[in-house]
């Protein structure tokens, strides 16, 4: 994410997909955010931004931005406590003259993500302990990525691609009954219509 995008987010309000905090005092707070990001149930696929060193308004809270602040942000991630281990980014950025520790966490592909055994979302500004539907929904996000890789459509793949010997000899054979290959009476061509 580029610094006009991060200012553009600086200056709005908290939503669902950015918050701040003056101080990373409150560590279990910041959990919960990278947990509610990486969660993300509105499905927007874009990563949520957590600044450290900005006050709720949107001032500057004149943070010392340190290696081992970004250290102990960064280890976050994989302590153990939020699991599965978010994707996340950890950077010094300086915004508005303002130096800040910029979160980025990026979307869960095995939603949902849990903090201390709780799954947390983003309702709008606040975060928030999901509902049983709204688990349910997560899930249901991690089983569509589930698929074993054969399953995945290729898009770009032509007729052209395929080994149709292979294809009629091999899979036809073993899919389909011999009356129903018999009875079919279209060209491999029309068949996927």
């Given at each position: 994410?580029?610094?006009?995008?991060?200012?553009?987010?600086?200056?709005?309000?908290?939503?669902?997909?950015?918050?701040?905090?003056?101080?990373?005092?409150?560590?279990?707070?910041?959990?919960?955010?990278?947990?509610?990001?990486?969660?993300?149930?509105?499905?927007?696929?874009?990563?949520?931004?957590?600044?450290?060193?900005?006050?709720?308004?949107?001032?500057?809270?004149?943070?010392?931005?340190?290696?081992?602040?970004?250290?102990?942000?960064?280890?976050?991630?994989?302590?153990?406590?939020?699991?599965?281990?978010?994707?996340?980014?950890?950077?010094?950025?300086?915004?508005?003259?303002?130096?800040?520790?910029?979160?980025?966490?990026?979307?869960?592909?095995?939603?949902?993500?849990?903090?201390?055994?709780?799954?947390?979302?983003?309702?709008?500004p606040r975060r928030a302990i999901a509902t049983p539907e709204e688990e349910r929904r997560l899930n249901e996000k991690r089983r569509v990525?589930?698929?074993?890789?054969?399953?995945?459509?290729?898009?770009?793949?032509?007729?052209?691609?395929?080994?149709?010997?292979?294809?009629?000899?091999?899979?036809?054979?073993?899919?389909?009954a011999p009356d129903v290959l018999e009875a079919n009476q279209r060209s491999l061509t029309q068949q996927p219509d």
């Amino acid at each position: 994410m580029d610094d006009q995008e991060l200012i553009a987010f600086l200056n709005d309000l908290e939503s669902d997909r950015v918050e701040r905090k003056a101080s990373p005092s409150d560590s279990k707070k910041i959990r919960q955010a990278i947990c509610a990001f990486a969660n993300d149930l509105p499905n927007y696929q874009k990563p949520g931004v957590l600044f450290i060193g900005v006050n709720d308004d949107g001032t500057c809270a004149h943070l010392s931005i340190t290696d081992d602040l970004l250290l102990s942000l960064a280890n976050l991630r994989s302590d153990g406590k939020i699991l599965p281990f978010p994707a996340l980014q950890v950077n010094k950025r300086c915004l508005n003259h303002c130096e800040l520790a910029v979160v980025l966490v990026e979307p869960s592909d095995a939603p949902p993500v849990r903090f201390d055994g709780r799954t947390w979302i983003r309702v709008g500004p606040r975060r928030a302990i999901a509902t049983p539907e709204e688990e349910r929904r997560l899930n249901e996000k991690r089983r569509v990525k589930d698929l074993p890789f054969d399953l995945y459509p290729l898009t770009n793949a032509l007729i052209e691609n395929l080994n149709l010997d292979s294809f009629q000899r091999d899979y036809l054979t073993s899919a389909l009954a011999p009356d129903v290959l018999e009875a079919n009476q279209r060209s491999l061509t029309q068949q996927p219509d």
